[in-house]
């Protein structure tokens, strides 16, 4: 079995850097299937374009633009990559980082696919500051890697674990209806719940609000289309369910702090 060590993945890479114990690489992948393989860091995948099917000892996972995998060191898998361009953003994790920010290795085991929008959020913004390569770029990037894990562990567990079964019927509602214009009382009636019951605990087990929830799953998927050179933001914003392009603007910078344009501008 094949052991990649740091930096390499099965691709062509457009970039790599380094900032302390992490190592960050930008990747096309060429390759129609990769066998069964490990890494020796830890390291998370970030699909900015394309899909990727992925498989490990327990699931095979469909990735698509803005899917957010985690692999433990070691953790085997392969990969099949169908027809077109698919590009990868990948951050691994030596040791010492772990052990410089107090983070337990063995806090996320084995192979994880990520779905809460606030960690992908944190991804974007981590792709947006290496991008940018400023003299701060190091110190934003592992301020907002500690923060990503430290939502993962404490948070995604209380996501896939001991959660009732309307907060999952929720997450998938609003995963796959996005642009919806939903009312509290719509949802509610939906899931069978009471609107005040839906209201209250929906922070309890999202780690947010509602409505962030839902800008947030808009503002990712309108990052998804902005690989696209020839999709223009008017059509993205509409297509992602705002009332116009400024509203757009307004929700895309209170996120990541740019506007979409440069962020497109970073992403092609």
Not at 45 to 67: A, M, Q, W
Not at 201 to 218: A, H, M, P, S, V
Not at 229 to 250: E, M, V
Request: hydrophobic content about 35%.
């Amino acid at each position: 079995m094949n052991t990649l060590q740091t930096g390499q993945f099965y691709g062509v890479t457009n970039e790599t850097s380094k900032h302390g114990g992490l190592t960050l690489t930008d990747t096309e992948y060429t390759h129609e299937r990769v066998d069964w393989h490990y890494h020796q860091n830890a390291y998370f995948t970030f699909i900015l374009d394309g899909r990727v099917i992925e498989g490990n000892k327990k699931e095979t996972y469909h990735c698509t633009p803005g899917s957010l995998l985690f692999h433990n060191w070691q953790e085997t898998h392969y990969n099949i990559k169908p027809k077109g361009f698919t590009r990868g953003f990948h951050i691994e994790l030596e040791q010492d980082w772990f052990t410089t920010y107090g983070i337990s290795p063995d806090a996320m085991q084995g192979s994880i696919n990520l779905k809460h929008p606030q960690l992908k959020l944190l991804m974007y913004n981590i792709f947006k500051e290496a991008k940018l390569d400023g003299m701060t770029g190091t110190l934003a990037i592992n301020t907002l890697l500690v923060e990503l894990f430290n939502k993962a562990i404490n948070g995604e567990a209380r996501l896939t674990q001991q959660k009732p079964l309307w907060a999952m019927q929720l997450r998938d509602i609003l995963h796959d209806e996005p642009t919806a214009s939903w009312s509290l009382e719509q949802l509610a009636k939906q899931l069978d719940i009471h609107p005040v019951h839906l209201s209250r605990d929906f922070t309890r087990y999202f780690n947010c609000g509602l409505g962030e929830y839902i800008r947030t799953i808009k503002v990712q998927q309108a990052l998804a289309l902005m690989a696209d050179k020839d999709t223009s933001l008017t059509t993205i914003a509409l297509q992602c369910g705002f009332a116009d392009q400024s509203h757009f603007n307004r929700s895309f910078k209170a996120m990541h702090h740019v506007t979409p344009l440069a962020y497109k501008k970073l992403l092609t």
